[in-house]
């Protein structure tokens, strides 16, 4: 007799105000969609030290012109990830050319500019730093994707609206010079925020847009004829205005475009002082699935060769909430991201910022980790590129994602309790049919009391089964605490300012799994035998 691949989960809720049963469904028989083996992404931006909004000046010397490459914390904090994927871009970079070939300007920096687009100036990349950059991401195996200017050669007519043909020579000699140097570039992405309603400080039509998606692919083509892989081409790396995605996909045409990068700022302004309760608020965060409902389909619909990417997100905009976004509650919008994103075909989620701005996985002035860092470390290391389906008629206070698991063909678990008072005691037991059943019961007022029934595995007088739990919690309880805890210990740098060591509590299978308020956890199963993960 065949065994079911499902795992599911049983909840009922007394006394009678919260009577019902409530399930949860994860299918363990196939694979809902699919990421990149490396979905998770950081970004390093262009802002200088002058970046001020809220009262705060948060970049210091974050940017790709003057971010310290030689600093022992940076270089420990990417290798952890083995093959941390990172886009070099952002706002300004439509305003930055580049100091090879026959540039007639000079190769000055960025600086501000009351009547500058967003109010700086253009600005240069040396090749000089182009080198060092290259050097650093190569030896830490960083996989690189790059942002060029897509307003090169355009001209301002009024507002926000720029027209003409983009120049490409300056792009051209960029990536000629990279290519020979022997550079590797992952992907090139082609403007920043330039496209649709919500066009940030530039906006250009899709048409344009598209016929020079063409040009820059001929280029890209050409250029690496010779080499043994060619990059990808991405865009446009803005926000989502559906009528113009899908008509730059239906002008660029079939296999320009490889991947549609799109942005996500979904808290709002980060000036917001309500900021704490938004990214707890489990209907805001429910509303990303519209969206990354649609960018599916008008893929799908227009360009259905390319594949989606979250380009750019860090939660609040405008470089993030001080004393918020850095913190330990900044997890949990963003965990329920990934989460999210990937159950709608997103191939790769690019965190605004690696480092800089409030929102930056890394102290931009000690460069120590922030609790996001952790988080993305953990997703990285535990989820597989493999999505479970998840069904659930239950509240979304607690918020589950399934994964096949990144080593072997367990299944790893993200619960994520965004609810402020109520615990979850699970049980394990055995069934004979190959699904996990969870049942609770209690109150707002009491523990809710869960059982986890495991696959053909769990028996009793077979030998002892082990899970992993990765328990998430804020230092004393304190939602904008700086540290975070794993499973009741700091998560901080070694004496040697290594990345500690992420250590699992091993617990025998069938013992109680408790989920705390306020809290996260990533549990692994690495003897379920889910088919869709062999």
């Not at 720029?162 to 290519?179: L, Q, R």
């Not at 660029?252 to 938004?278: C, F, M, Q, R």
């Not at 080593?407 to 309790?417: F, K, P, R």
């Not at 595995?457 to 077979?462: K, N, S, V």
Request: proline letters at 4%; a neutral charge; aromatic letters at 10%.
């Amino acid at each position: 007799m065949g065994f079911q691949h499902q795992l599911f989960l049983f909840l009922s809720f007394f006394p009678a105000i919260l009577a019902g049963k409530v399930t949860i469904t994860v299918d363990t028989s196939k694979t809902i969609a699919e990421t990149d083996d490396n979905f998770i992404c950081a970004t390093i931006d262009w802002w200088p030290h002058d970046k001020c909004n809220y009262k705060h000046c948060p970049w210091g010397s974050s940017s790709i012109l003057n971010l310290n490459l030689s600093h022992p914390s940076l270089k420990k904090a990417i290798e952890a990830f083995r093959s941390l994927r990172i886009r070099l871009g952002g706002s300004l970079e439509d305003q930055v050319v580049y100091g090879v070939g026959n540039l007639e300007s000079p190769c000055d920096p960025l600086k501000a500019e009351k009547n500058g687009l967003l109010g700086f100036s253009k600005g240069c990349l040396p090749m000089k730093r182009w080198d060092e950059l290259n050097n650093f991401l190569a030896k830490t195996g960083v996989i690189v994707t790059f942002g060029l200017n897509a307003l090169y050669g355009r001209r301002h007519i009024k507002g926000k609206v720029w027209e003409g043909a983009w120049d490409s020579t300056n792009a051209h000699d960029f990536i000629k010079y990279t290519v020979s140097k022997g550079y590797k570039i992952d992907s090139w992405e082609f403007g920043n925020e330039i496209c649709g309603r919500a066009s940030y400080g530039a906006n250009i039509d899709a048409e344009l847009y598209g016929n020079d998606l063409i040009k820059l692919k001929k280029i890209i083509e050409d250029l690496y004829e010779n080499s043994d892989s060619t990059p990808s081409l991405l865009a446009p790396g803005g926000f989502f205005d559906q009528v113009w995605f899908a008509k730059l996909l239906q002008v660029s045409g079939l296999g320009i475009v490889d991947s549609v990068t799109h942005h996500i700022y979904n808290l709002g302004p980060a000036g917001n002082p309500n900021l704490v309760e938004k990214i707890l608020n489990r209907r805001l965060l429910n509303k990303l699935a519209r969206t990354l409902t649609v960018v599916d389909q008008t893929i799908k619909d227009n360009g259905s060769w390319a594949s989606a990417w979250i380009g750019e997100s860090g939660g609040a905009s405008t470089n993030g909430g001080y004393d918020v976004s850095d913190t330990f509650v900044n997890s949990f919008w963003y965990l329920d991201q990934l989460g999210m994103a990937s159950k709608y075909n997103t191939k790769v989620h690019c965190r605004q910022t690696l480092i800089g701005g409030n929102y930056g996985l890394l102290n931009k002035e000690t460069f120590a980790p922030n609790p996001d860092y952790y988080s993305a470390l953990l997703w990285h290391r535990l989820m597989g590129k493999r999505v479970l389906a998840v069904k659930t008629n239950a509240l979304s206070y607690l918020r589950s994602y399934a994964h096949c698991s990144k080593e072997g063909v367990g299944v790893t678990l993200l619960l994520i309790n965004l609810h402020k008072a109520t615990d979850y005691i699970i049980r394990v037991s055995k069934t004979m049919k190959m699904h996990l059943h969870l049942e609770a019961q209690g109150s707002r007022y009491l523990n809710k009391t869960v059982s986890w029934i495991g696959s053909k595995d769990f028996e009793p007088d077979g030998p002892k089964l082990f899970r992993e739990e990765y328990h998430l919690t804020p230092e004393d309880g304190y939602l904008r605490s700086h540290t975070m805890f794993l499973n009741g210990k700091p998560l901080e740098l070694t004496e040697n300012g290594d990345i500690p060591i992420l250590k699992p509590a091993q617990v025998d299978v069938n013992s109680e799994i408790s989920i705390a308020h306020l809290s996260i956890a990533f549990i692994v199963f690495p003897n379920f035998h889910a088919s869709a993960c062999a």
